[in-house]
């Protein structure tokens, strides 16, 4: 059983940047693909980043290519995104996830672990 604790939300002006981490316990991190999901209100989950059990692949939806960065450190059994250039539409719970494989995708039904989800409030 992984548990997954996301920190770093909070609020910021649109234009600015903000970095979640997600601390993974109990389980072989590093043995697992780990993603990034949001959620806004009265929409649907929608991914945001994946990245392979090295760090060696990562794949990003096109609403944020380019603006954020996902990375982890194995040693330390984090993972973390780095949002830059923060838009309101950005405003979402953000959720870390944990793949059943060392290769993650878009797919939130593939994703077995989640955290608590952090609140990103971007303002205009």
């Known amino acids: 059983q992984v548990q997954l604790v996301e920190s770093g939300g909070g609020l910021v002006q649109a234009g600015g940047s903000l970095r979640l981490s997600c601390a993974a316990s109990?389980?072989?991190?590093?043995?697992?693909?780990m993603g990034w999901f949001r959620q806004a209100p009265g929409k649907a989950r929608e991914f945001v980043a994946t990245?392979?059990?090295?760090?060696?692949?990562?794949y990003y939806a096109d609403s944020v290519k380019g603006r954020f960065t996902i990375s982890r450190d194995n040693a330390k059994n984090t993972v973390t995104l780095q949002m830059n250039s923060l838009k309101p539409e950005d405003t979402a719970v953000y959720y870390c996830a944990a793949h059943k494989t060392r290769w993650g995708n878009l797919s939130s039904d593939e994703y077995e672990y989640w955290g608590q989800g952090t609140q990103v409030t971007v303002s205009s």
């Open positions: 109990g389980g072989t991190f590093s043995s697992s693909a």
């Open positions: 990245i392979s059990w090295s760090g060696g692949s990562t």
